[in-house]
């Protein structure tokens, strides 16, 4: 059974930074590519950033793109999301998502709150 856990969230004022991460078990870790959505109140859930089992693709959000950055640990089995220059647009619960590719992130976390207050 796969399962996803995210931590890392929190209150954070605008320009403030923060480290999401994601612990992953029931599959191998390594062999998984890995990302970050975000829904905020009444809005749709979005893309942020995903990165491939050997970390060749790495791909991001235009509106994150120069701000946030995945990363994994294999042996950590953990994918984190550093977020630098927080605004408050960026307020939402963030999930953590596990797939065979970037292109097909299949399995989900139960979200972490980050709100960023201005």
């Known amino acids: 059974q796969v399962r996803l856990v995210e931590s890392g969230g929190g209150l954070v004022q605008a320009g403030g930074s923060l480290r999401l991460s994601c612990a992953a078990s029931?599959?191998?870790?390594?062999?998984?590519?890995m990302g970050w959505f975000r829904q905020a109140p009444g809005k749709e859930r979005e893309f942020v950033a995903a990165?491939?089992?050997?970390?060749?693709?790495?791909i991001y959000a235009n509106s994150v793109k120069g701000r946030f950055t995945i990363s994994r640990d294999n042996a950590k089995n953990t994918v984190y999301l550093q977020m630098n220059s927080l605004k408050p647009e960026d307020t939402a619960v963030y999930y953590c998502?596990?797939?065979?590719?970037?292109?097909?992130?299949?399995?989900w976390g139960q979200g972490t709150q980050v709100t960023v207050s201005s």
């Open positions: 990165i491939s089992s050997s970390t060749s693709d790495i």
């Open positions: 998502t596990s797939g065979r590719t970037v292109a097909a992130l299949d399995y």
């Open positions: 029931g599959r191998t870790f390594s062999r998984d590519a």
